[in-house]
């Protein structure tokens, strides 16, 4: 079974800043495209963020220019950097890799 483990949520904020961190105890984790997710209250979950196994970037049209997600495959890690950080980012970030396999969902919360 994967583990995951989601790191470095918490309060800002407007205009702030915060880097997440997961990392996955996948042995293939190379060959996985990536993504981040994220739920607000009230609101479906919705995709901010993928990264290929080859490292091709693709955005929700909301986040452009400000979210920046990266992947260290030797330490089977994915990242999300997000600056500029609006009170409409706030909510549960989730990790995912491949169909089904999601992290434990991390707290952002931006104030204004």
């Known amino acids: 079974q994967v583990q995951f483990v989601e790191s470095g949520g918490g309060s800002v904020q407007f205009g702030g800043s915060l880097r997440l961190s997961c990392a996955v105890s996948?042995?293939?984790?190379?060959?996985?495209?990536l993504a981040w997710y994220r739920q607000a209250p009230g609101k479906q979950r919705e995709m901010v963020a993928t990264?290929?196994?080859?490292?091709?970037?693709d955005y929700a049209e909301s986040v452009k220019g400000r979210f920046a997600i990266s992947r260290d495959n030797a330490k089977k890690t994915m990242y999300l950097q997000m600056n500029s950080l609006k009170p409409e980012d706030t909510g549960v970030y989730y990790c995912?890799?491949?169909?089904?396999?999601w992290g434990q969902g991390i707290q952002v919360t931006v104030s204004s």
């Open positions: 990264i290929s196994l080859g490292g091709r970037t």
């Open positions: 996948e042995s293939s984790f190379s060959i996985f495209a």
């Open positions: 995912n890799i491949g169909i089904g396999r």
